[in-house]
């Protein structure tokens, strides 16, 4: 998906002139309002594509993890982990988000994102990668040591038996964290 396919797709089905403004989780990292790096799972093209002309109105855009761990926050220090296409990841402490890249740490033979990704679920069975994902969380746990610990994005629906210290999140606290964007 490169920004020329993503806005022409979106014109097709909607008309911005009925928005004020718009809120993008975008999966790179983000630095004021921009997109520093061309993201893994999309095509290329986004580091200077100017979204604010492309959509005609104000656009605030944060990374994707980061935009469902704010609509998530429920007070105190919060470690999130989005589980999908890869590993998302965000710490939020006092209602500040730090954006993390967690998933592209070292991690025995391969990154993290390796083994909490979905093409290893698929590929090793739903129980070998739960069990990954709960080593995985528990290790981020003892390092960071939140108040708790969100999984979110579109794999939490997998797993089955979360510790204590952890909630279950969901995609649509993205929403959420889109809206409280615009209220700070």
Not at 29 to 52: C, Q, S, T
Not at 59 to 74: E, F, H
Not at 112 to 118: A, K, N, R, V
Not at 165 to 171: A, C, I, K, Q, S
Request: charged share 20%; aromatic share 12%; glycine share 10%.
């Amino acid at each position: 998906m490169t920004p020329q396919k993503f806005i022409h797709e979106l014109n097709e089905n909607l008309s911005f002139s009925h928005y004020a403004g718009v809120s993008i989780g975008f999966p790179s990292p983000i630095i004021e309002n921009r997109i520093m790096k061309e993201p893994a799972n999309l095509g290329y093209g986004w580091v200077n594509f100017d979204l604010e002309s492309a959509f005609n109105c104000p656009v605030k855009i944060i990374n994707d993890a980061a935009m469902q761990a704010t609509g998530s926050y429920d007070g105190g220090k919060m470690l999130f982990l989005g589980l999908g296409t890869g590993l998302g990841s965000s710490l939020v402490v006092n209602n500040e988000v730090i954006s993390l890249e967690l998933g592209h740490l070292n991690y025995l033979d391969h990154n993290y994102e390796y083994f909490t990704c979905d093409a290893y679920r698929q590929k090793n069975g739903n129980k070998n990668w739960e069990d990954e994902v709960l080593n995985i969380t528990d290790d981020f746990y003892q390092v960071f040591m939140p108040d708790y610990i969100v999984l979110g994005g579109g794999n939490v629906v997998r797993l089955n038996n979360l510790p204590e210290y952890v909630r279950r999140g969901g995609n649509d606290k993205a929403f959420i964290g889109g809206m409280k964007m615009w209220n700070e």
